[in-house]
């Protein structure tokens, strides 16, 4: 039987429960624009309205990150960086091949203040924490970093918008100039040899996206493979028998015992050598830790 106490606090906890819940109900029915914020395990990929991104099966690489939301359409090779935005929620987003969205980079489309979505072409290379906000961008534009191109503009072919520069809305940046400022304006025209150089670098970062995309699709199991092997080849001695991942055919095997006229990997035929390897491993590690 409990104390009469005990029964005075179950009964104050149940009515200050009771009454908490009742006024959380009156506050909802107050709310004039309800929202739920819902956690996801996600960003990368998010639908709305029931529209979710069409993103190419070819595509090289959209990081951890990103995230790409709505309507948007990711064409072959096409990359998105690591904290980069793309989002077509009330109008489309389109990117074409080969182009690279940067870091940090901000993608989106008008609808309030003008119908306009962000179409961008080939080849074209949006520079980190630049925004491209319901514009147009031609094949083989440059968006340099922290540049800004605003509703209704339009860069063409082969242009470049310089670090930082502010594109205002309206605004059309010729084939093959170089435009900086703020407010943008025209500077000189772009080189042969930018244009070359564009064209590596479109390259370049088209073969780091392959890279990044195939470390970061990784899984729990690959990650303590390789974490295993980097520390197998720190600490293994360079006389001693070279590692073979697992399933590896191993060139001039005898009885599954490794290759003649090298140091068998196994303790069982040599464990002396076994007890050598784990001291010295084990010292390798201990020097690592005190670095």
């Known amino acids: ?30 709310e004039v624009c309800k929202y739920a914020d819902k956690l996801v395990p996600s960003t990368r990929f998010v639908a709305v309205d029931g529209i979710s991104p069409t993103v190419s099966p070819y595509a090289a690489f959209v990081a951890p990150s990103a995230s790409v939301i709505g309507d948007v359409t990711l ?24 182009t690279v969205v940067g870091d940090r980079a901000v993608i989106h489309v008008a609808k309030i203040q003008g119908d306009f979505p962000s179409v961008i072409g080939k080849n074209v ?3 980190p924490g630049a925004i491209v906000h319901a514009a147009t961008l031609k094949d083989n534009a440059v968006v340099g970093p922290s540049a800004q191109v605003l509703d209704g503009a339009v860069v063409e072919t082969n242009a470049v918008v310089g670090p930082g520069a502010v594109v205002t809305p309206g605004t059309i940046v010729k ?12 500077v000189r025209k772009v080189t042969a040899e930018e244009m070359q150089l564009s064209s590596e670098n479109i390259l370049n970062t088209l073969e780091l996206a392959r890279m990044h995309a195939f470390e970061c699709d990784k899984d729990l199991e690959q990650l303590m493979k390789d974490e295993e092997y980097y520390e197998d080849a720190t600490t293994r001695d360079p006389d001693y028998y070279p590692y073979q991942p697992v399933g590896a055919p191993e060139h001039g095997d005898v009885l599954g015992q490794g290759a003649p006229g090298l140091i068998f990997d196994s ?18 590690a201990a020097q690592h830790s005190s670095g």
């Open 75 to 98: 064409e072959k090779g096409a990359s998105v960086w690591y904290g980069a935005t793309v989002r077509g929620d009330v109008h489309k987003v389109f990117i074409g091949e080969n």
């Open 175 to 186: 084939e093959g100039e170089v435009w900086g400022g703020n407010p943008a304006k025209f």
């Open 1 to 30: 039987m409990t104390s009469i106490g005990a029964r005075i606090v179950l009964a104050a906890s149940n009515t200050a429960r009771s009454v908490g819940q009742s006024l959380d109900r009156l506050g909802a029915s107050l």
């Open 267 to 284: 303790v069982l035929t040599n464990p002396e050598e076994g007890l050598k390897f784990n001291q010295k491993k084990k010292q390798a």
């Open 125 to 127: 290379h949006i520079g």
